[in-house]
């Protein structure tokens, strides 16, 4: 089973992969988790990934970690999406951009493919199935949060839980969100702020419906809510869905 996600945006993209890892852990305990870079990389490793599985665990959970930043490593891994696709084990798969004809194969193998664009705007990021169809643009939620519409935003937020989407990527969108308004109420310019430009001149229009106390509080209220819910304090979706009606 193959998971993709790609994008030049590759700070959320990374983010979303991290999160779906930490949910299919918590969902399979006693799976094991193996990472290959480019750096790292072995062929003899990934093929016993592959087509492998230890004694004592049901599965593998393999985070295959921007190979494709060698042409060499890129062509022995496409070559394979077919017995990927069939393996038991899964396979978390973060990438950049992506050229067109070998996004084709993975839509083609992949159990979903997720691309985070530097646009971030509708139909540039969303979540599509194995027909290619976008399911849900999770990114609507971050332009709900910075038109603070209360309503939509817990709209989006459950429609976010029906489709599969987990706490910890919710939560590390709307984080996400809050720090680029913060960044761009503080900066001249996008360069300045460390974002692109079309991020920064989203953040900036958003951030006028908030005071500069207010981004802040939430900011802080977000990173309270994650620990105590990791801590097993609070619930996590409780606490996210008070957060979106209170905002």
Do not use: C
């Amino acid at each position: 089973m193959i998971y993709l996600f790609y994008g030049e945006n590759n700070e959320l993209a990374r983010h979303k992969a991290n999160a779906v890892v930490e949910s299919l852990l918590k969902k399979r305990p006693d799976a094991a988790f193996f990472r290959l870079d480019s750096d790292s990389w072995q062929e003899a490793d990934f093929d016993e990934y592959v087509g492998g599985q230890g004694l004592f665990v049901q599965k593998y959970i393999v985070f295959l970690d921007q190979l494709f930043e060698k042409k060499e490593i890129k062509e022995y891994v496409v070559e394979r999406l077919k017995v990927l696709k069939e393996s038991q084990n899964i396979f978390i798969v973060l990438e950049g951009a992506l050229d067109k004809a070998t996004l084709t194969k993975f839509e083609k193998n992949a159990e979903k493919v997720q691309v985070f664009g530097e646009e971030n705007s509708i139909g540039k990021t969303g979540i599509t199935s194995k027909s290619g169809k976008t399911e849900f643009n999770i990114f609507a939620m971050t332009d709900a949060l910075g038109a603070r519409n209360q309503k939509r935003l817990w709209t989006l937020y459950q429609k976010a839980l029906r489709h599969g989407t987990v706490e910890e990527e919710l939560h590390g969108l709307i984080f996400w969100q809050i720090k680029s308004m913060l960044l761009a109420l503080s900066a001249p310019d996008a360069k300045s702020a460390g974002l692109n430009p079309f991020v920064y001149s989203k953040a900036k229009g958003y951030a006028k419906n908030f005071t500069p106390d207010e981004l802040k509080n939430l900011s802080s209220r977000l990173v309270r809510i994650y620990h105590q819910a990791h801590r097993g304090e609070v619930d996590f979706a409780g606490e996210l869905e008070k957060f979106f009606l209170e905002v």
